[in-house]
């Protein structure tokens, strides 16, 4: 039975035939981290498929802050089953609100041709710096929950911000990232826990741009929308590198790209996600 941290918070329980709930606690210290609420969402619509497809693409609108301390309900509209496709839009809600909604696509399997740019290069995870080991360097209250052992997801450095704000950089941010502990098989849960991972840190190489970081009191910050592909299953609980960047900011909003890849060089993901980024 996997009882990690991560898979825990992935067992979203079924209410009726297309409804679920969320397990409490939620993470994050006083709103619901937007990738769980990702990560739920391809879990409620997974489950509402049949067992030949799987998730192709993910599309969500964060509408809300959600708290942690109350249950988040899926309710998932079951649009549409084709013969290679599934469509399903899933409507987060807390306390009668809603706090975001999802567009998924589900495919079955299909044999096809093969391509992809070439991978980046990247020190192995074991090279890389532990998310708490950069965290000690900083002067960052507020981040001591993403470092903490009990956090679902594992993160390593290849490339440290710098240890002062202030000090901006538009080059790419590289990242390993895996899931803590063994997720078991269902390759639902993998697909979820990539979802919850590249919510992690995507909208930081757009605060980076410009010297800022998400715990600065005068900064006000929020991902708006996420939009994800997935190109082939993967195991979360394996090491995965995010290549992130910024893409753009204007009107208060800041685009960022990423790409998961396998230490094996394999694309995995592809991700933008915009962020509100009030500057004063």
Do not use: C
């Amino acid at each position: 039975m996997v009882t990690t941290a991560l898979a825990r918070l992935l067992d979203v329980r079924r209410l009726d035939g297309a409804t679920f709930a969320s397990p409490l606690p939620g993470q994050g210290r006083d709103r619901v981290f937007g990738g769980q609420i990702l990560a739920q969402s391809v879990v409620a619509a997974g489950r509402t498929v049949p067992d030949d497809r799987s998730v192709n693409s993910l599309h969500a609108l964060f509408i809300r802050a959600a708290t942690p301390d109350t249950e988040l309900v899926y309710e998932v509209d079951e649009v549409r089953d084709g013969r290679s496709f599934s469509t399903r839009a899933v409507e987060a809600i807390q306390d009668g609100r809603t706090v975001a909604r999802a567009l998924l696509s589900f495919h079955v399997a299909e044999e096809g041709p093969l391509h992809q740019p070439r991978p980046p290069d990247a020190p192995p995870p074991d090279a890389a710096v532990p998310y708490e080991e950069w965290l000690a360097t900083v002067d960052a209250p507020g981040l001591e929950d993403w470092s903490a052992p009990d956090h679902p997801v594992e993160i390593r450095y290849v490339d440290p911000p710098p240890a002062s704000p202030g000090v901006a950089t538009a080059l790419p941010q590289r990242m390993w990232f895996r899931a803590r502990g063994e997720l078991g098989d269902d390759p639902l849960v993998h697909a979820a826990a990539l979802a919850w991972i590249s919510d992690e840190t995507l909208v930081d190489a757009v605060l980076l741009a410009h010297g800022r970081r998400w715990i600065e009191p005068a900064l006000m910050g929020t991902s708006l929308d996420h939009a994800m592909w997935f190109h082939r299953p993967s195991r979360a609980d394996r090491w995965l590198l995010l290549d992130h960047r910024a893409q753009a900011t204007s009107g208060a909003r800041g685009l960022a790209r990423g790409a998961l890849w396998t230490v094996q060089g394999e694309l995995v993901a592809t991700v933008n996600q915009e962020g509100l980024v009030r500057l004063e």
